[in-house]
């Protein structure tokens, strides 16, 4: 089938036939990282302003999810659905995205006069040569992304796949906490179109390089942007759990009480100086080395901008550090500046947990195009 050439994002359908289609009545948008399940509704109020409906954050059991990869369906069904209740919301449908790393991309150049069952046809013609999985293991789809800028003749197209596994088991996840799933993504795409909402409100006027640092539980991402379309992107293993991990060494403290009072408060006063103020160098240590890959497999030797997301970008002064190691203006990730905030929802709370909300809202915005 042949998608919408406006967007660069993805469905998934499994090969041979339909699977995942466009959507237009409103999806939750549920992101399932490695610590946790996060959910959000948006409502379009006009064809300017969104709104933010409900959302919720439900922590994970250790190991629920590893690297990505769903290791513990029933636990990750239990989060997903105490998530709905938190959020109280009566959306049955939503999207879900597999990690980028599951996902196999890639740009293919085709005569611009097939049909759509020629096209569908030479899409997988082309998959069987680029995806090393036999094709019925594989969820795959496309996308005409517009005219090639070599030859006005022909057009280019996005094939993404990834194994069904990976997209099964999503599903069943949902299915298990009673939501239907409408849409299935990938995490790069779906920051795309979060990153979409924040783009105008960045310094500048010309289109900007700007690396949006996603610093999570147990992986950092860097993905950069030229103007709005991915140029780079690449996963590290480093993220908050190593701060919790410091804590329970310099402390005493099982897993669980040093990750409560990391959230909460009530470690001693040494904490700041000797925990947290070497893990925010570590971040920044961090997102240097990142850029620095960049740099090496680009033409680019600086960014304009850095975005902070993730969980760990609420950490005060994290921001301020990095951008002191790397020379680029850094400013924490909100994707819902502009939204309005429905009375269900806690401005303060949302504030300080957007930076970890960029794949859940991108997966929302899957409602509305």
């Known amino acids: 089938?042949?998608?919408?050439?406006?967007?660069?994002?993805?469905?998934?359908?499994?090969?041979?036939?339909?699977?995942?289609?466009?959507?237009?009545?409103?999806?939750?948008?549920?992101?399932?990282?490695?610590?946790?399940?996060?959910?959000?509704?948006l409502r379009?109020?006009?064809?300017?302003?969104?709104?933010?409906?409900?959302?919720?954050?439900?922590?994970?059991?250790?190991?629920?999810?590893?690297?990505?990869?769903?290791?513990?369906?029933?636990?990750?069904?239990?989060?997903?659905?105490?998530?709905?209740?938190?959020?109280?919301?009566?959306?049955k449908e939503g999207a879900v995205a597999v990690s980028s790393s599951s996902a196999i991309s890639k740009t293919l150049t085709l005569p611009a006069h097939l049909s759509n069952e020629d096209m569908e046809a030479q899409v997988n013609l082309q998959a069987d040569q680029n995806i090393p999985y036999p094709l019925e293991e594989v969820n795959l789809d496309f996308q005409v992304l517009g005219t090639s800028a070599h030859n006005p003749e022909e057009v280019d197209v996005l094939l993404v796949a990834s194994r069904s596994e990976n997209v099964d088991i999503r599903v069943d996840a949902l299915e298990a906490a009673g939501l239907k799933t409408k849409i299935v993504d990938v995490e790069s795409y779906a920051l795309e179109k979060a990153f979409r909402l924040i783009a105008p409100d960045l310094p500048g006027d010309e289109p900007k390089t700007v690396a949006v640092?996603?610093?999570?539980?147990?992986?950092?991402?860097?993905?950069?942007?030229?103007g709005e379309?991915?140029?780079?992107?690449?996963?590290?293993?480093?993220?908050?759990?190593?701060?919790?991990?410091?804590?329970?060494?310099?402390?005493?403290?099982?897993?669980?009480?040093?990750?409560?009072?990391?959230?909460?408060?009530?470690l001693p006063d040494?904490?700041?100086?000797?925990?947290?103020?070497?893990?925010?160098?570590?971040?920044?240590?961090?997102?240097?080395?990142?850029?620095?890959?960049?740099?090496?497999?680009?033409?680019?030797?600086?960014?304009?901008?850095?975005?902070?997301?993730?969980?760990?970008?609420?950490i005060a002064g994290a921001a301020e550090v990095i951008e002191e190691h790397t020379a680029a203006p850094t400013t924490v990730a909100n994707p819902f500046g502009r939204m309005a905030v429905s009375s269900r929802v806690q401005p303060q709370s949302l504030a300080e947990d957007a930076p970890s909300l960029m794949i859940a809202c991108g997966l929302a915005l899957r409602s509305y195009g």
């Open 213 to 226: 640092v996603d610093i999570g539980a147990t992986m950092t991402s860097l993905t950069v942007f030229e």
């Open 1 to 41: 089938m042949r998608l919408n050439t406006q967007q660069l994002t993805t469905f998934f359908r499994k090969q041979g036939s339909p699977f995942f289609r466009r959507q237009s009545s409103p999806l939750l948008g549920i992101d399932i990282s490695s610590t946790a399940v996060k959910l959000i509704e």
């Open 229 to 266: 379309r991915i140029v780079y992107t690449r996963d590290q293993v480093f993220g908050g759990r190593q701060l919790t991990e410091e804590i329970m060494r310099c402390y005493g403290l099982s897993y669980e009480q040093a990750d409560t009072k990391k959230c909460r408060g009530g």
């Open 270 to 314: 040494s904490y700041e100086t000797e925990v947290l103020e070497p893990f925010k160098e570590a971040m920044a240590q961090q997102a240097a080395r990142s850029l620095q890959f960049f740099f090496g497999a680009s033409q680019h030797n600086n960014i304009d901008h850095i975005l902070l997301a993730g969980g760990c970008a609420a």
């Open 44 to 91: 379009r109020l006009n064809t300017e302003r969104l709104r933010v409906e409900s959302y919720a954050i439900e922590p994970l059991p250790k190991n629920a999810v590893v690297e990505k990869n769903i290791a513990n369906l029933e636990a990750v069904s239990e989060s997903v659905r105490t998530a709905l209740k938190r959020a109280q919301t009566k959306v």
